[in-house]
């Protein structure tokens, strides 16, 4: 049974820092797609950033044009967690954030493509 845990939300001033982390377990394949996506009131559910896994020691990562330079998608070794570092936020990275995952080798930032989500986590940016 897949899970996928998100933590680390919360409200933070323009400009600042936060790093959402999202617990990953039985997934259990190789080659699968992990990503955060975010949903901000009234719009459609966003792709943010991907870690794509292409064996069990190499993985690529995938980046909206929106948060290029300023997130950086990552994973322990274990691959057990993903975080999300969001530096430089401004309002309108204001959303619930999901982490979502499927299992296989063509990934993308398409929301249709994952199975599995998590419960998302509230991320608030004042200015």
């Known amino acids: 049974q897949v899970q996928l845990v998100e933590s680390g939300g919360g409200s933070v001033q323009a400009g600042g820092s936060l790093r959402l982390s999202c617990a990953v377990s039985?997934?259990?394949?190789?080659?699968?797609?992990v990503a955060w996506f975010r949903q901000a009131p009234g719009k459609e559910r966003a792709g943010v950033a991907g870690?794509?896994?292409?064996?069990?020691?190499?993985?690529?990562?995938d980046y909206d044009d929106s948060v290029k330079g300023r997130f950086t998608i990552s994973q322990d070794n274990a691959r057990e967690t993903v975080y999300l570092q969001m530096n430089s936020l401004n309002p309108d990275d204001t959303a619930m954030y999901y982490c979502?995952?499927?299992?296989?080798?063509?990934?993308?930032?398409?929301?249709?493509?994952?199975?599995?989500w998590g419960q998302g986590t509230q991320v608030t940016v004042s200015s």
């Open positions: 979502a995952a499927t299992r296989g080798h063509y990934c993308r930032l398409v929301a249709t493509d994952y199975n599995y």
């Open positions: 039985g997934i259990g394949e190789t080659r699968a797609c």
């Open positions: 870690i794509y896994s292409l064996s069990s020691r190499t993985y690529t990562t």
